[in-house]
T-cell receptor
Framework: GENVEQHPSTLSVQEGDSAVIKCTYS??????FPWYKQELGKRPQLIID?????GEKKDQRIAVTLNKTAKHFSLHITETQPEDSAVYFC???????????FGPGTSLSVIP | ETGVTQSPTHLIKTRGQQVTLRCSSQ?????VSWYQQALGQGPQFIFQ???????GRGNFPPRFSGLQFPNYSSELNVNALELDDSALYLC???????????????FGEGSRLTVL
């Protein structure tokens, strides 16, 4: 079945540094790759997404890259701030129906 | 525009009991997905409902069942509760417009179930 792996599981960076989270997916038919941020005790919220016909997308300090051949996609956060501290989930959606599969998450800590 | 709402927010059950969790989808959305999120883990897909029918299921046993109503709200039912069912149950709604064109998932705050 579909599977999404995510690394690292925890990440600690100094404020102002960059953070990179990497994911791989198993279903070659996947065509939509969202990233969610979940703060402690809160609901997951979409921060950026990318579709399979695009290789890179940027929104201010956040960027996502997609390599369909290798079935890899990555989240890049530049100029990190303490409020970026949260758990980040990558996800992939296949084409059979609207099912979105999540990775296990990366706990990001930004140290002031 | 109203967001996704879930009830109850917290509940405690004992092994063997049954539970029903409820979800009201965001206005304009036609699809509801349910996820189980154990502590420290990613959301695990349980199933999805579209047009009042189950539109796909993850690796969960039949004692997990659901319904979607004409107003697109949904219920998740779990029978014969086990200790491992303790988790945050998240409902997410979306607007499904075909496999090549879907909208983002909007999550509710979740229902935290504790099974003793």
């Amino acid at each position: 079945g579909e599977n999404v792996e995510q690394h690292p599981s925890t990440l600690s960076v100094q404020e102002g540094d960059s953070a990179v989270i990497k994911c791989t997916y198993s279903d070659s038919a996947s065509n939509y790759f969202p990233w969610y941020k979940q703060e402690l005790g809160k609901r997951p919220q979409l921060i950026i997404d990318i579709r399979s016909n695009v290789g890179e997308k940027k929104d201010q300090r956040i960027a996502v890259t997609l390599n369909k051949t290798a079935k890899h996609f990555s989240l890049h956060i530049t100029e990190t701030q303490p409020e970026d501290s949260a758990v980040y989930f990558c996800a992939a959606r296949g084409t059979s129906y609207d099912k979105v599969i999540f990775g296990p998450g990366t706990s990001l800590s930004v140290i002031p | 525009e109203t967001g996704v709402t879930q009830s109850p927010t917290h509940l405690i059950k004992t092994r063997g009991q049954q539970v029903t969790l409820r979800c009201s989808s965001q206005s304009g959305h036609n699809t509801v997905s349910w996820y189980q999120q154990a502590l420290g883990q990613g959301p695990q897909f349980i199933f999805q409902y579209y047009r009042e029918e189950e539109n796909g299921r993850g690796n969960f046993p039949p004692r997990f069942s659901g319904l979607q109503f004409p107003n697109y709200s949904s219920e998740l039912n779990v029978n014969a509760l086990e200790l491992d069912d303790s988790a945050l149950y998240l409902c997410a709604s979306s607007l499904f417009r075909g496999v090549a064109n879907t909208g983002e998932l909007f999550f509710g705050e979740g229902s935290r179930l504790t099974v003793l």
